[in-house]
């Protein structure tokens, strides 16, 4: 059972490169999340999704989209990076029905020059 | 989203309990608080949440004031390995479910 896996673990950009973030879970859950970690900063919602093919913006969804074509899948695309898109991007996901849990991802560091 | 006050650090002797507060004055009735914390280079981790009772897991306690403006989050035995940033939030019992972090609490854990 791995969880929720995110890939590429690093990557390095230049400025107007697009990419994009998977995140994969395995546990059939239907809601799950992007969030970016600035250094010394808490988490910020970039966006999320409560079930396959819907989206929603969370608190920094410019530069950003995000695709849900598979329940278990959700993307994060970068369309032309930005220097101020260089952080940690963690993904996370939930079960419909209410726990306290949400389960994260290790982490994707990204490095825009 | 109502917001969540907590201290920016804290230190600890190790096998000592901890209590780390946190203050969240604006709750609504119906907001959960959760707390996670997230370990160096770690994803963050569910500690423990509640909604008007104390609770209790195998990780910590978590007391909740009367008025539930208030909150803390108890670790019995302070290990090396509860050296982490801690983060008290508080979610809406809405569909969403998303969680807005603030900066957290970072627990130093002394030898």
């Known amino acids: 059972n791995a969880g929720v896996t995110q890939t590429p673990k690093f990557r390095v950009l230049k400025t107007g490169q697009s990419m994009t973030l998977l995140c994969a879970q395995d546990?059939?859950?239907?809601?799950m999340y992007w969030y970016r970690q600035d250094p010394g900063m808490g988490l910020r919602l970039i966006h999320y999704?409560?079930?396959?093919?819907?989206?929603a913006k969370g608190e920094v969804p410019d530069g950003y989209n995000v695709s849900r074509l598979k329940k278990q899948n959700f993307l994060l695309g970068l369309e032309s990076a930005a220097p101020s898109q260089t952080s940690v991007y963690f993904c996370?996901?939930?079960?419909?029905?209410?726990?306290?849990?949400?389960?994260f991802g290790e982490g994707s560091r990204l490095t825009v020059l | 989203d109502a917001k969540t006050t907590q201290p920016n650090s804290m230190e600890s002797n190790e096998e000592e309990p901890v209590h780390l507060p946190c203050n969240h004055s604006?709750?609504?009735?119906?907001?959960?608080i959760h707390w996670y914390r997230q370990l160096p280079s770690q994803g963050p981790e569910y500690v423990i949440h509640?909604?008007?009772s104390n609770v209790n897991n195998r990780m910590a306690s978590l007391a909740i004031a009367e008025d539930r403006k208030s909150s803390t989050l108890i670790l019995h035995r302070a290990t090396l390995r509860d050296a982490a940033v801690y983060y008290c939030?508080?979610?809406?019992?809405?569909?969403?479910?998303?969680?807005?972090f603030g900066q957290g609490t970072t627990l130093q854990v002394k030898p």
């Open positions: 996370a996901s939930r079960w419909v029905q209410y726990t306290g849990e949400l389960f």
């Open positions: 546990m059939n859950h239907e809601y």
């Open positions: 999704s409560v079930g396959e093919g819907t989206t």
């Open positions: 604006t709750i609504s009735g119906t907001d959960y």
């Open positions: 509640g909604l008007t």
């Open positions: 939030i508080l979610r809406d019992s809405g569909n969403t479910g998303k969680l807005i």
